[in-house]
């Protein structure tokens, strides 16, 4: 079996498995919302394409195919045990805007190349293989993300249906508008005792596996996160009349807010905060700000330091708005805790990795992805690829290799292989 992971490639050529991924990674960037890069968002005309070409590889890869309530495209290599569980590998292939290639769509070609090789192998598993393209897991549309995994995971919220684009459509609209059936989003979710466990390939995101001469690594835990919208009220007024002590000024506060966010995150390992939005309404050259909007994401590896570096910002929030007579008003939107990957299918990824020949290199994730839904539902494991270009993502300068590609489809094949073998 080791042999048949390790030489796949080779049967039919140099990086076949990686070549083959970057091949269709280029075809499916050929649909985008815009003609100057590659934005693909929910439900869009070139998200319903990407969909319709998803699922017709995977029906000529052997699979039965077909597009769900969400969106998504499940696609099922059937064991000849029908009774059987069933492994899941999946990823999304939505995109952000102005997006890279490989961001999701890594997960869902890496899984389908695999099944294109155990059809031509003739091979079939003792379980059942899904390999599922997610719809949805940017929120970048409707603001809401991981609309098809939370499906599938048995974990959708129903009141999402309702959100609003930028341009006022309701999703629920839209969905019906592309000939999907919000009411049988119920029926979708996967039952724990049919699983077997759930893989997902992506790149890294981040530049530690570039920086240390490593094509692939095992993530052990993906790191949760607090958000907050921060809205500070200050007093407008004249920028030429009113005197610098006078000043109740919403943005001074914010860039206050800032700053301290950027020098309490840098106290602990694997903490880090962000401000990716900072907005003053109305503003103008000449009037002092009244008012300031601004997001604050804060993630680690670990809850309790997460939580401490939240407890923090906050009160410092209270100090800054007392000392500069301002209002401010935090809301927090979202909250997660850190999912930690099955130590099984680590060790079952680093066990594949060795095989390979390459040092084994755990992590962690610091960015989301759908493998966080399955927990609590089945055993979960990620592996990442290296990122060139410093390991810069969501951006049309994200870029992996096809030697890359074909060590971890290589990696992932060897994996289930050994799975299929495990009593």
């Known amino acids: 079996m080791v042999t048949e992971a390790n030489s796949a490639v080779d049967a039919s050529g140099r990086n076949a498995f990686g070549q083959r991924i970057m091949e269709l990674a280029g075809l499916l960037a050929r649909w985008s919302e815009t003609s100057d890069g590659l934005t693909c968002t929910y439900l869009s005309p070139a998200h319903r394409s990407v969909a319709a070409q998803l699922c017709d590889w995977m029906r000529q890869a052997g699979m039965a195919a077909e597009i769900d309530a969400t969106g998504n495209v499940a696609g099922r290599y059937a064991s000849d045990a029908r009774a059987a569980k069933t492994l899941i590998i999946a990823s999304h292939y939505d995109t952000?805007?102005?997006?890279?290639?490989?961001?999701?769509r890594l997960g869902v070609l890496t899984g389908l190349v695999l099944v294109e090789h155990l059809q031509r192998s003739g091979r079939r598993l003792p379980f059942h293989l899904d390999v599922i393209a997610f719809s949805e897991e940017e929120g970048v549309r409707f603001a809401t993300p991981y609309i098809g995994s939370s499906a599938i995971a048995g974990k959708f919220d129903t009141g999402v249906v309702e959100r609003r684009d930028g341009e006022g459509n309701r999703m629920i609209d839209v969905m019906c508008e592309a000939g999907l059936d919000p009411q049988a989003i119920p029926a979708l979710a996967r039952r724990p005792q049919d699983l077997l466990g759930y893989l997902e390939v992506h790149i890294e995101q981040g530049p530690v596996l570039l920086q240390e001469n490593l094509p692939v690594g095992v993530v052990t835990t993906?790191?949760?996160?607090?958000?907050?919208?921060?809205?500070?009220t200050g007093a407008a007024g004249h920028a030429g009349t009113v005197p610098m002590p006078l000043r109740h000024d919403a943005a001074a506060a914010a860039a206050e807010i800032v700053l301290y966010v950027e020098r309490r995150c840098t106290a602990a390992p694997t903490l880090v905060g962000t401000v990716?939005?900072?907005?003053?309404?109305a503003g103008a050259i000449n009037i002092i700000p009244g008012r300031c909007e601004l997001s604050l994401d804060i993630r680690a590896g670990e809850d309790?330091?997460?939580?401490?570096?939240v407890a923090d910002v906050l009160a410092e929030i209270g100090r800054i708005a007392q000392r500069r007579g301002v209002s401010v008003d935090v809301t927090e939107v979202a909250r997660g805790d850190n999912v930690p990957c099955s130590p099984r299918i680590q060790q079952l990824l680093a066990d594949a990795i060795a095989r390979a020949g390459v040092p084994v290199r755990q992590l962690p994730s610091g960015a989301g992805h759908d493998a966080m839904l399955f927990a609590g539902v089945t055993d979960l494991g990620m592996l990442f690829v290296r990122c060139g270009n410093g390991g810069v993502s969501h951006s049309p300068r994200e870029i992996i290799t096809a030697e890359d590609a074909d060590v971890a489809a290589r990696v992932?094949?060897?994996?289930?292989?050994h799975l299929a073998e495990t009593p």
């Open 96 to 104: 952000v805007r102005n997006a890279g290639k490989y961001d999701g």
């Open 222 to 232: 993906i790191a949760g996160a607090v958000r907050h919208q921060v809205t500070v």
């Open 276 to 281: 990716g939005q900072l907005a003053v309404p």
């Open 304 to 309: 309790p330091i997460r939580e401490a570096a």
């Open 412 to 417: 992932l094949l060897d994996a289930v292989l």
